[in-house]
């Protein structure tokens, strides 16, 4: 299991990301729950909203997680834009790797 974290707006996203063997005998990355961001110094960790979401399987362990990440920057931004009132830039963040 790998383990990533980034930062993006004072928040901390965290994911974990295994990869198994399929049936062909390819690697295939899953998002291993849960996976989130937290506020620091605060570590309650809050998992994105999963609507439309994927697990898996990516084809590599980043596809996997910028699907993790992107998530979590969605959420992020529509808090962001409930503290500060302004609109969230939708270009940061997209969904790739489906």
Known sequence: MRWR???F???VMTACVEVNVDDSGLNRAYIALPYGYYTPPYRSLRQPDMLDHTCGPFESIDAAFEAAFCD???CILQEVT?????QPDQNLFHRSAR
């Open 5 to 7: 974290a980034e930062a």
């Open 9 to 11: 707006h004072g928040r």
């Open 72 to 74: 979590c920057r969605r």
């Open 82 to 86: 409930r503290e500060r009132g302004v």
